[in-house]
């Protein structure tokens, strides 16, 4: 089994920066990837940005410029630095990881969510 913990939602002013944090702990040989998405209410999940064993990154067109992603491959942590948030940033944040477990079978496991409120 592996879990993946969010941590470092919450509630900031438009213009204003977070950064969320995501921890993987169990059963893993290797990640391959891992990337954060988010639902806003009425809306389907999408992807934000990914983050690859190669250090290579994606990020939605909505995010370029303003969103990092970062990971500590020593700690299974991936990061979502956000700055300059908009309102329309709004959403619960998932992060999802691309695992290889040390029995040699893959899992795709996701996150809990945390609640990103940019508002005023």
């Known amino acids: 089994q592996v879990q993946l913990v969010e941590s470092g939602g919450g509630l900031v002013q438009p213009g204003g920066s977070l950064r969320l944090s995501c921890a993987a702990s169990?059963?893993?040989?290797?990640?391959?990837?891992m990337g954060w998405y988010r639902q806003a209410p009425g809306k389907q999940r999408e992807l934000v940005a990914t983050?690859?064993?190669?250090?290579?990154?994606t990020y939605a067109d909505s995010v370029k410029g303003r969103f990092t992603i970062s990971r500590d491959n020593a700690k299974n942590t991936v990061y979502l630095q956000m700055n300059s948030l908009k309102p329309g940033d709004t959403a619960v944040y998932y992060c999802n990881a691309r695992v290889v477990q040390r029995s040699g079978f893959p899992l795709d496991p996701w996150g809990q969510g945390t609640q990103v409120t940019v508002s005023s």
């Open positions: 983050i690859f064993s190669d250090d290579s990154t």
């Open positions: 169990g059963s893993i040989f290797r990640i391959d990837a």
